[in-house]
């Protein structure tokens, strides 16, 4: 799954929550496949003319100049399940062995922080939007959804500017932190794959690290990277600078074509009669 950079692809028909934080890309079965899609459907206003095809890499190839950030565990400020602990020190050793350098520079932000604005920022200017009708029990809304707009009700306008001026601080740290053509490598999630009917939207666990590259103004993809002892999936997520979408997909390229995760789908029941 390829997070762009916000205003890289255009939103034109899509049912807006936060504009400042809104982004659309791509979901696909490989990072190859994710750079030809957004070749296509890159706004052409900003400078997007670099090919995407770069990220279609043979195994090794360009390896020695790909930076990879990696933070201490301690630095994630929520608590890691093992098997989420333990894929993300196997991704760094199959990067490692494919010749990538990882760097451990010390992270500027609070993830948990970082999801507490981004959502209270989302919750605000969604009720601004949809104030007319999403208290309306008829309309189609999901439970938490519609739970987490109208939340958005009681937050001031003052509040409000304070939340948009945290995130152009925020876009600008990250924009100083992170070095040109480099990935920040974070799980995807701190639990392992729950059903949906089992997760807690009431806390901000579920967007601990998945927030994060909005709020900052960043672009980010999320990949297999192994299984639980269950069979669940596990992934990680990359993270880049502003309109470095090239670079992030040469690197989660790097990864597929030292594994195979991507290319491993679920036996589904056969449901013809």
Request: hydrophobic share 40%; proline share 7%; with cysteine.
């Amino acid at each position: 799954g390829l997070k762009c950079t916000t205003g890289l692809i255009d939103l034109t028909g899509a049912l807006p929550l936060c504009p400042a934080l809104d982004s659309a890309g791509p979901l696909c079965r490989t990072a190859v496949d994710a750079a030809l899609l957004l070749n296509v459907l890159a706004n052409r206003s900003h400078d997007t003319t670099i090919s995407y095809r770069a990220s279609e890499l043979p195994p090794g190839y360009g390896a020695d100049d790909l930076r990879i950030l990696v933070l201490d565990e301690a630095e994630f400020s929520v608590q890691v399940a093992p098997e989420i602990q333990e894929g993300f020190r196997n991704v760094q050793q199959v990067f490692s062995s494919c010749g990538a350098m990882l760097d451990k520079k010390p992270f500027p932000f609070d993830f948990g922080e970082i999801a507490q604005l981004s959502g209270e920022m989302m919750a605000a200017s969604a009720w601004n939007i949809h104030a007319g009708y999403i208290e309306d029990d008829e309309m189609p809304f999901g439970y938490w959804v519609r739970k987490r707009i109208i939340s958005g009700k009681s937050i001031s306008s003052d509040r409000y500017a304070m939340l948009r001026n945290c995130h152009e601080q925020y876009c600008r740290a990250w924009h100083n932190w992170i070095p040109r053509g480099s990935a920040l490598l974070l799980p995807a999630l701190p639990m392992v794959a729950c059903r949906v009917d089992e997760a807690d939207e009431t806390s901000t666990k579920l967007g601990t690290f998945a927030r994060a590259a909005n709020f900052v103004g960043a672009c980010g993809i999320t990949f297999p990277v192994g299984k639980t002892k269950t069979g669940l999936p596990v992934a990680m997520q990359l993270m880049s600078g502003p309109f470095e979408e090239a670079a992030l997909l040469r690197t989660c390229s790097l990864f597929q074509a030292a594994t195979d995760w991507h290319l491993r789908t679920p036996a589904y029941p056969d449901s013809r009669p």
